[in-house]
């Protein structure tokens, strides 16, 4: 989008706003506003928007070159200047015109605009009589000084565990209410800033329950954070003090604890202390030693090595795995247990990006032609718009792959790939992938019994996989990720929970969300603190809401199926008023297996269906819906696979 097609979509916004205040005699009451917060959904604002750069002065002249970085690592918000060049006009508005300023606060922010374009809409609003201020900067309450502290060889920022849940406990009173006690997901990772530099965030983020990512804590510098133990150190200290006393809000008493430690490799390393992941003793949950080979290390082992625990790892008697005492040792958390080995990284990015280039150009034995990697491609372009809305990215050429992310191999291992690559490959090589797809389909299962019936069984079969990839794609495929699969299923028994619930998929979108509000290259740490205050003022935390998962369904042919309660299969005719459906249902009974090894299909519920003749026409309600569907053609009929995961975002 240009400049000049985003200038007139927001002067037509903009008018609607200003015509919708005269139509109405400049007179809005409570009621109009409280339609605005809650008919208006505030989403995040587009990559086009927030890209935007047109800011008149930088962000760090408003920076408090007196203060003392060491007392507060907050904002701060100080008193409006005097001077023409910052000041606005005094202009007594009436009331009703405050409630007009809090409706255009909250959508410059929902829509990121910049502060050149936010003072163009202000002049023209002035212009035609409404009573607003003449700098954005006023209209968002944006803070004057931030205080930033000189920390691990860049500039470091911390907000608070409690100051940042308490912001949310005004909002959802009633869930907080209710729950006394929060079991935190913490994540730490960096995220690189700009292509021509090394510049880097390192944030601290928590989520619990379902909520949005918090920022606790954000570093900023050349490279990572140089130091973990002063890195960590205001985070740890104020969690063991929330831990000891409780976390306190209007006469209630929270019970804080950190559930799990979601990172990749590299983070973890970080954090605990402990070599990378190109270590002769890198494994983090087990002693096995790797022997270098062909540029890599592998870590293949004939027996089942020793396991780690945390009083062995808290004890630093793994000298050749351990480089140091870690931060969170003295804090009394485990380094072991607490850590999951993030199925995102792990698998999507890691074994399955392998096993696809392992196809493409690996060695001789598992090396697949031309001819079969253009089949598997165009199967997967002819999927391309039948995948349900749920999904970011429609499936790509395997000659795309370098540019793939995360969820299209996720995509691959779980949905297209069965299909794409059945009759393609060997068959031995494609029942070694089944493997790997049945095993993460029994650990993303949402079902709490089923996954727990089947788990033993995934770990069967992810050992198999491991051990079967020395014949498939030779020794040079089992590094780091491959050998941890083996591991994987002791999160799913450690955490009780689904590898969606510990994944670090929702902390990957919202550090790209951090990225996008740098608008220049000038003190970014700073920028994104202010950005962050002025949502925080004018949209009332919306970036934190708790959403349920909702089920899209439609009568559009990529929307329209759905398995039911009673794990048959549900395929929308038409929506009827009163919110139920009128559908062609066919029952699990009716319907083939897709394939029989490792197990049959129909075990997780994967299907094949030739037509609908058998199908039966009936009313079906949405608390008769399990879960969507993906309906992908095959042949001459259609695959049925179910949906494992929630709405992704691009």
């Known amino acids: 989008m240009s400049y000049k097609q985003r200038w007139l979509k927001i002067h037509s916004e903009a008018s609607a706003l200003v015509q919708n205040e005269t139509e109405s005699d400049n007179s809005l009451d409570d009621n109009s506003d409280t339609m605005v917060h809650n008919d208006r959904p505030r989403t995040s604002a587009s990559s086009d928007q927030l890209s935007n750069t047109c800011s008149s002065r930088s962000d760090a002249d408003f920076l408090d070159s007196d203060s003392d970085p060491g007392t507060d690592f907050g904002y701060n918000e100080a008193p409006e200047s005097t001077d023409s060049s910052d000041a606005d006009d005094e202009i007594q508005a009436p009331e009703e015109e405050v409630t007009f300023r809090e409706k255009l606060s909250s959508w410059c922010t929902r829509n990121n605009c910049t502060r050149a374009c936010t003072n163009e809409l202000l002049t023209m609003l002035r ?20 205080d930033t502290a000189e920390k691990c060889g860049g500039k470091y920022i911390y907000f608070g565990i409690a100051n940042r849940i308490k912001e949310l406990m005004t909002d959802h009173a009633q869930y907080f209410t209710e729950n006394r006690e929060l079991q935190l997901k913490i994540n730490v990772d960096g995220v690189p800033l700009f292509k021509s530099s090394t510049t880097q965030f390192w944030p601290i983020l928590c989520s619990f329950d379902g909520f949005k990512p918090l920022i606790v804590a954000i570093y900023y510098g050349k490279a990572k954070p140089t130091s973990p133990h002063e890195f960590l150190e205001d985070f740890l ?20 604890t950190i559930q799990a430690f979601i990172c990749d490799a590299p983070a973890r390393a970080f954090v605990k202390c402990i070599k990378g992941h190109t270590g002769y003793f890198a494994c983090e949950r087990c002693a096995i030693q790797g022997y270098w080979k062909n540029n890599r290390i592998i870590l293949h082992a004939a027996n089942q090595c020793r396991s780690r625990t945390d009083e062995e790892f808290a004890t630093m008697q793994y000298t050749d795995h351990q480089t140091q005492a870690s931060p969170l040792i003295v804090h009394g958390l485990q380094c072991v247990k607490s850590f999951c080995l993030d199925y995102m990284h ?101 079902d709490d019994q089923k996954r727990t019936a089947y788990l033993d069984y995934a770990q069967q079969l992810l050992n198999y996989f491991v051990d079967k990839s020395r014949d498939i794609y030779s020794e040079l495929f089992i590094v780091y990720n491959v050998h941890n699969l083996k ?25 790209q969300a951090i990225k996008r509000l740098v608008r220049n290259a000038k003190n970014p740490i700073v920028q994104v603190t202010k950005r962050l205050r002025e949502i925080e ?18 009568t559009k042919r990529r929307n329209r199926c759905f398995q039911l309660s009673d794990e048959g299969y549900g395929f929308v005719i038409e929506k009827n008023e009163n ?36 199908a039966v026409r009936k009313v079906v309600t949405p608390d008769e819906i399990y879960r969507k569907v993906v309906c992908l053609p095959y042949e001459r009929g259609y695959v049925l696979l179910p949906l494992l995961h929630g709405k992704e975002i691009d």
């Open 237 to 256: 200290t104020e969690y063991s003090h929330l831990q000891a006393l409780g976390l306190h809000w209007e006469e209630l008493v929270f019970q804080v």
């Open 127 to 146: 212009e035609e009589g409404i009573g607003v201020p003449k700098d954005a900067r006023t209209l968002l309450r944006t803070p004057r000084h931030i």
């Open 537 to 554: 003022m004018t949209g009332k935390h919306s970036s934190m809401t708790r959403k349920p998962e909702t089920i899209h369904i439609s």
């Open 346 to 446: 792990l698998v999507c990015l890691g074994v399955v990006k392998r096993i696809l280039y392992f196809l493409k150009q690996g060695p001789a034995v598992c090396k697949v032609s031309n001819q079969q990697i253009c089949d598997i491609s165009r199967k997967l372009q002819s999927f391309s718009g039948k995948l349900p809305s749920e999904f970011a990215r429609q499936p790509r050429s395997l000659f795309e792959m370098e540019r793939w992310k995360a969820t299209e191999f996720r995509q691959f291992l779980l949905y297209t790939g069965p299909v794409a690559l059945k009759k393609v490959v060997s068959e031995s090589v494609y029942e070694h992938f089944l493997c790997l797809t049945v095993a993460i389909s029994i650990l993303l299962e949402s």
């Open 579 to 614: 919110g139920t459906y009128l559908c062609d249902v066919i029952p699990q009974s009716r319907t083939e297996t897709f394939f029989e090894k490792p197990c049959e299909s129909k075990l997780i519920n994967i299907a094949f269906i030739r037509s609908f003749a058998r």
């Open 487 to 511: 591991h994987l299923p002791e999160d799913v028994r450690n955490f009780k929970c689904s590898l969606n619930n510990v994944s670090a998929f929702p902390y990957e979108n919202h550090l």
